[in-house]
């Protein structure tokens, strides 16, 4: 009995690395769609958006069964509790993902992001599937260390999309409203991406220490 | 004990309730502020979220403690996970109250809304409060009805989000980008202020009938 209720939070475990890897690799993929105006692309990243959200429902389904059956305490009530937020953390990832390719196919034949702003956007496109690949890391080794080095980690996401912002703002934007509306909803998405791999690396470290990280700092402003 | 078990659950209700009710008024004023520039009630609004926020970390403390100490099963148990998942959702939704409070004060001595936007802002806002004054009392009646027309008001707040895109992408917009900027965020942060309203909605509607709403529509494209 014992034994099986172990595997089973296991198996929990092992959804949200499964989850995480989806929404990472979806985030680079929505990157490559959007700044390729490639639609064929941006159509996979939006279909593939339903098995992370079934993932997610069938997680919650088993988290809830074994309360109710298992009734675990301490350690375990904690690992199932921040399990079921956590999923919520990468459920949410994976639908700005799902954005990033939208805006892909709304603007398809033409490309969203206009080209001196390229550079910036694929760095933010890259450094949220790293942000990710490094939760998924997290999960896994529990290691607290790399989950306050992933914090650090995301402090370059606050600052391309300062750079993001700066572009917006410069007197010599020729690009158009609607490029400024696209680029700063776009922004917006990575640094929300970025949040919620923050967000699951604090929980992470929540479980082992007990200690919430001070979450008062997880959001900048978002504009300049 | 079953007697002061239940009153924890039912004190739980309360403390949701309250945070729902402190949402929507922050949501209120900080649209007051953000419309006529006022400084002094955005840094109000922004102060007044580490209430709401400290409301949820309690609230999460006692949920786990009834978890942990009752083992709830069936309904119980239903109601105390659906709780922590509201309190996230209201806790979020007083994130972006603060947020429009933030942008009124970035912005401050001007304003960040132009005037032929007001109207459109200013029903947002109000549309905003009062979806959440309706998920605080679906969350008291649990009346699956009043919950599923909820969703049904919140399409308004779609059609208003076209509405400021329409200005946006209007030939005839000469505010400039950066206003475009702003309008753009704020646009999107009533809208999933509102999604967090209907998802309240849909929590109790699961609580009530064990079945999941559709999840797939709750949010619309932020683009035209």
Redesign the interface.
């Known amino acids: 009995m014992r034994e099986a209720y172990h595997e089973e939070l296991g198996s929990i475990g092992d959804t949200l690395v499964e989850m995480a890897n989806l929404v990472g690799s979806a985030i680079g993929l929505a990157t490559t769609a959007l700044l390729d105006a490639d639609l064929k692309l941006a159509e996979n990243v939006i279909s593939a958006d339903n098995k992370i959200?079934d993932l997610q429902?069938d997680l919650e389904n088993r988290a809830?069964a074994i309360?109710?059956r298992q009734?675990p305490?301490?350690t375990d009530?904690?690992t199932v509790?921040t399990s079921?937020?956590m999923s919520?953390d990468l459920e949410r990832s994976g639908?700005l993902a799902e954005?990033v390719a939208?805006?892909a196919r709304?603007r398809f034949p033409a490309k969203a992001v206009p080209r001196d702003l390229r550079r910036t956007i694929l760095e933010m496109g890259q450094l949220a599937q790293r942000l990710m690949a490094q939760a998924a890391e997290v999960i896994i080794t529990q290691d607290v260390e790399a989950a306050l080095q992933l914090e650090k980690d995301d402090d370059r996401m606050d600052e391309l999309h300062r750079v993001v912002?700066q572009h917006?703002?410069d007197k010599q934007?020729h690009h158009g409203?609607?490029t400024?509306?696209?680029v700063?909803?776009v922004g917006?998405y990575y640094e929300r991406f970025a949040d919620h791999a923050v967000s699951v690396a604090r929980r992470v470290i929540y479980l082992v220490t007990g200690e919430?990280a001070d979450?008062?700092t997880t959001?900048q402003?978002?504009?300049v």
Do not use: C, S
Request: proline share 3%.
């Open positions: 959200d429902r809830i309360l109710a009734q305490v301490a009530l904690r509790v079921l937020r919520a639908d954005h939208k805006l709304m912002f917006l703002m934007w409203v609607e400024a509306v696209d700063t909803l917006r919430h979450e008062t959001e402003p978002t504009t």
